[in-house]
């Protein structure tokens, strides 16, 4: 599973970079948030692309886990 660590990065940098990981074929990703909009902004671009998104809160944040359906 490929690891998109986006902590510390400002919008739309995390939709940016997930975007990248999904254009470069990555059918199971986990993306590293810290912050609440860059949550719901990479996952509403991740179901957008046809993933499916589960969501754990961590000590920094949340991690994404994306799997494409």
Excluded at 24 to 51: G, M, P, W
Aim: charged residues 30%.
């Amino acid at each position: 599973m490929q690891i998109v660590d986006t902590r510390g990065l400002s919008c739309p940098q995390p939709v940016i970079e997930t975007k990248k990981a999904i254009d470069a074929k990555a059918v199971e990703l986990q993306v590293l948030v810290d912050t609440i909009a860059a949550k719901e902004n990479v996952s509403r671009y991740a179901k957008a692309a046809k993933f499916s998104v589960s969501t754990a809160e961590t000590e920094y944040g949340w991690a994404l886990e994306l799997k494409k359906l």
